[in-house]
């Protein structure tokens, strides 16, 4: 089962809005691969018309949910 990306909850109800470009830059990765996720709905998105944005707090979320923590070896000290 996959992981929901849920966004996280914004105070003020303001959410800076991205485009495909800025999302693809911001997480390397090509546009194509950011509107593949995007017609596939694996990535959150609004739309205005034609014109598709993603909130940056899907963008932070989806990071997070991302990460995968380090193991230290046992001779290893942090």
């Known amino acids: 089962m ?3 990306i849920e966004p996280p909850s914004v105070g003020n109800g303001q959410d800076k809005l991205l485009t495909a470009d800025e999302v693809a830059e911001a997480l390397g990765l090509t546009v194509g691969t ?4 995007t017609y596939e709905r694996k990535l ?10 993603y909130r940056a707090s899907i963008v932070d979320a989806l990071v997070l949910a991302s990460e ?10 942090l």
Do not use: T
Request: hydrophobic fraction near 35%; charged fraction near 40%; glycine fraction near 4%.
């Open 34 to 37: 950011i509107r593949d996720w």
């Open 44 to 53: 959150p998105h609004v739309k205005f018309g034609r014109r598709v944005r």
């Open 68 to 77: 995968i923590p380090a193991i230290p070896r046992s001779d290893e000290v």
């Open 2 to 4: 996959k992981k929901q």
